[in-house]
């Protein structure tokens, strides 16, 4: 399978269409951004080790009785994926109250949550990503209710799965964002990317942050960051 025309160029990854109508490739770049585009830079390998720590986690979570948007990983940087309509949606699943959830509510970073969070942010730049709730959603029809039900409980059972598997690797699942898409059959199902960018993993013991708030908050070894993901997870 072969790239036709780039369809879409991300602030990390780019979106070639194919020679199947219902078949992309994704290539992940080693570019950052952080604060909606403000902050910008480079994380060396960043692209390869968040290809394969996504594609590693969607064939579990596969599974597990989600459906993703992986076909096949076809090298380092490249990935094969159904073609969705992606559900404008950032779901923000929080275990452990940090970053925008800690400043709007007080909470210091670490504060352990006795209930999960569910949040929704309308995936559109030019406003920011501003948080939503379900009436908002139904209002600007985002989504459907049987839909977002359906994204609802698919995001609760994949912080269920990757908590307690990361657990097990000494890494806490602090929180996540992952996004959802519609297949030409209008099947909701988990797509565009599970990795360091999009999750907040601290290391269990110590408490060190192994994702991209290093590079949010210039914390150096963000790369070491990355590294050590990847060979917890794949073992190299
Ligand atoms: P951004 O758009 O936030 O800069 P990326 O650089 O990660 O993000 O770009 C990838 C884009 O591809 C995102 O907009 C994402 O929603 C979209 N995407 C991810 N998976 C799929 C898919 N299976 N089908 C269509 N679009 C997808
Ligand atoms: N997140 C993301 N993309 C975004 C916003 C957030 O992947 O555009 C992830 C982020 O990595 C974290 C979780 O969603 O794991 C919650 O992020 P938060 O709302 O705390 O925002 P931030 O502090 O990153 O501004």
């Known amino acids: 399978m072969k790239k036709i025309d780039l369809l879409y160029e991300g602030k990390a990854k780019k979106v070639y269409t194919t020679e199947d109508p219902n078949l992309l490739i994704v290539d992940y770049k080693d570019d950052a951004t952080a604060f909606n585009g403000e902050k910008k830079g480079t994380i060396h390998n960043k692209g390869i080790i968040n290809n394969r720590v996504t594609n590693h986690l969607m064939k579990l979570l596969e599974k597990e009785g989600i459906p993703t948007h992986l076909v096949e990983e076809i090298s380092d940087r490249e990935t094969i994926v159904k073609k969705v309509?992606?559900?404008?949606?950032?779901?923000?699943?929080?275990n452990i109250a940090a970053g925008s959830l800690s400043k709007r509510l007080g909470l210091p970073e670490g504060t352990k949550l006795d209930s999960t969070v569910l949040e929704y942010c309308y995936k559109d730049d030019a406003l920011g990503d501003p948080m939503v709730n379900n009436y908002h959603i139904f209002a600007l029809h985002l989504a459907t209710q049987e839909e977002l039900d359906t994204i609802a409980d698919y995001a609760f059972r994949v912080n269920q799965f990757l908590s307690d598997y990361l657990k097990d690797l000494n890494?806490?699942?602090?929180?996540?964002?992952?996004e959802f898409g519609r297949t030409p059959d209008g099947k909701i199902i988990l797509a565009d990317e599970i990795s360091p960018d999009t999750c907040r993993f601290w290391d269990s013991k110590t408490h060190e942050k192994l994702d991209k708030d290093r590079f949010r908050r210039d914390l150096g070894h963000v790369e070491d960051a990355y590294q050590e993901i990847m060979k917890r997870l794949l073992g190299e």
Do not use: G, N, Q, Y
């Open 171 to 178: 890494i806490e699942l602090i929180d996540f964002k992952i």
């Open 85 to 94: 309509t992606i559900v404008p949606l950032e779901v923000i699943v929080r």
